[in-house]
């Protein structure tokens, strides 16, 4: 019987890379609330996640020689693209960071960053009490 690690984690590896991801993103736009024309910027966690998903579930390929054309990859980095932020109330100077938003959403996605290392460890828990019973 083979163990499929990645069938094993689930999707909290992938939730995981993209909460840290959108936490720099948030964490960006909270240090620059009082920067002038800065633009806040998120990302689309949900369309983000089911594209890193999508991408880990293709086979992986290699170029061996330079002559193979180059690989078709999946959208990820347009997925994972910092997305611009309608802004409610943007500031005189061109800002559009709303502070109590942003720290709001920097509350939020951290405890479920948290919350995905938890299942993460869970997970990870419950293999090596498996493997340790053998």
Same mark, same amino acid.
């Given at each position: 019987? *083979?163990?499929?690690?990645?069938?094993?984690?689930?999707?909290?590896?992938?939730?995981?890379?993209?909460?840290?991801? +959108?936490?720099?993103? %948030?964490?960006s736009?909270?240090?620059?609330?009082?920067?002038?024309?800065?633009?806040?910027?998120?990302?689309?966690? +949900?369309?983000? %996640?089911?594209?890193?998903?999508?991408?880990?579930?293709l086979? +992986? %390929?290699?170029?061996?020689?330079?002559?193979?054309?180059?690989?078709?990859?999946?959208?990820?980095? *347009?997925?994972?693209?910092?997305?611009?932020?309608i802004?409610?109330?943007?500031?005189?100077d061109?800002?559009?960071?709303d502070?109590?938003?942003?720290?709001?959403?920097?509350?939020?996605?951290?405890?479920?960053f948290?919350?995905?290392?938890?299942? %993460?460890? +869970?997970?990870?828990?419950?293999?090596? *009490?498996?493997?340790?019973?053998e």
């Open positions: 019987m *083979s163990l499929s690690l990645d069938k094993a984690l689930g999707i909290q590896p992938a939730a995981v890379q993209v909460r840290a991801q +959108r936490l720099e993103l %948030l964490a736009n909270l240090a620059n609330a009082d920067t002038p024309n800065y633009k806040a910027q998120d990302i689309d966690f +949900r369309s983000a %996640l089911a594209t890193q998903v999508e991408r880990d579930d086979l +992986r %390929l290699e170029q061996t020689q330079q002559g193979h054309l180059p690989l078709p990859r999946a959208d990820l980095d *347009s997925a994972m693209a910092p997305l611009y932020r802004p409610s109330q943007p500031a005189l061109g800002n559009t960071v502070p109590q938003f942003e720290r709001a959403a920097f509350a939020e996605n951290a405890m479920q948290q919350s995905s290392l938890e299942f %993460l460890n +869970r997970r990870v828990s419950g293999i090596r *009490s498996a493997l340790r019973k």
